[in-house]
T-cell receptor
Framework: GAVVSQHPSWVICKSGTSVKIECRSLDFQATTMFWYRQFPKQSLMLMATSNEGSKATYEQGVEKDKFLINHASLTLSTLTVTSAHPEDSSFYIC???????????????FGDGTRLSIL | QKEVEQDPGPLSVPEGAIVSLNCTYSNSAFQYFMWYRQYSRKGPELLMYTYSSGNKEDGRFTAQVDKSSKYISLFIRDSQPSDSATYLCAMSNTGGFKTIFGAGTRLFVKA
């Protein structure tokens, strides 16, 4: 099946630092990648959608200067949390979606998430 | 009204029981329907992916879609403690450009 690798799985850093999270589709080309945030016992909250080679589309209320997304290739997207603060602590999950034989879009396949803790 | 409604539970069942998980939706344009399983501190894992109405079976899992009622179900037969997780339904329209997720149902299977 489709495999999405997300790295790192857990990061702890000091307030004010920037953190980069990588998301790779290992066995398919991801035309679209998504970044989600999830709080404990809550559902997924879509932060942004990115297509390869294009600027990301951010959901309402998500600061694009705070959460920088780069989708430079069909297999790699990165999320950089700039000048992170304790309120940015959360579980961040990426997903990737490829195409289908009939030219449509397939289902999203998720990475295992990154636990970000800002001290 | 949310586009997708899913009871958050928790749902607790004994080992071996048949589990029924459900979602309702309001957008008749949805054509693709998915079920994901999410263990604690992990990303969601795709379990079932179906198009339009009908049933799809994969091992102990059966997905049903009733577009006339805007209702989808996931059945788990012979449930196991390892099935304890949060189950999210998801759906998208033709082309799949926007996927809407349910809130997720927490399932506990007791040994």
């Amino acid at each position: 099946g489709a495999v999405v690798s997300q790295h790192p799985s857990w990061v702890i850093c000091k307030s004010g630092t920037s953190v980069k999270i990588e998301c790779r589709s290992l066995d398919f080309q991801a035309t679209t990648m998504f970044w989600y945030r999830q709080f404990p016992k809550q559902s997924l909250m879509l932060m942004a959608t990115s297509n390869e080679g294009s600027k990301a589309t951010y959901e309402q209320g998500v600061e694009k200067d705070k959460f920088l997304i780069n989708h430079a290739s069909l297999t790699l997207s990165t999320l950089t949390v700039t000048s992170a603060h304790p309120e940015d602590s959360s579980f961040y999950i990426c997903s990737a979606r490829g195409g289908t034989r009939d030219g449509g879009s397939g289902p999203q396949h998720f990475g295992d998430g990154t636990r970000l803790s800002i001290l | 009204q949310k586009e997708v409604e899913q009871d958050p539970g928790p749902l607790s069942v004994p080992e071996g029981a048949i589990v029924s998980l459900n979602c309702t939706y309001s957008n008749s344009a949805f054509q693709y329907f998915m079920w994901y399983r999410q263990y604690s501190r992990k990303g969601p894992e795709l379990l079932m992916y179906t198009y339009s109405s009908g049933n799809k079976e994969d091992g102990r899992f059966t997905a049903q879609v009733d577009k006339s009622s805007k209702y989808i179900s996931l059945f788990i037969r012979d449930s196991q403690p390892s099935d304890s997780a949060t189950y999210l339904c998801a759906m998208s329209n033709t082309g799949g450009f926007k996927t809407i997720f349910g809130a997720g149902t927490r399932l506990f299977v007791k040994a």
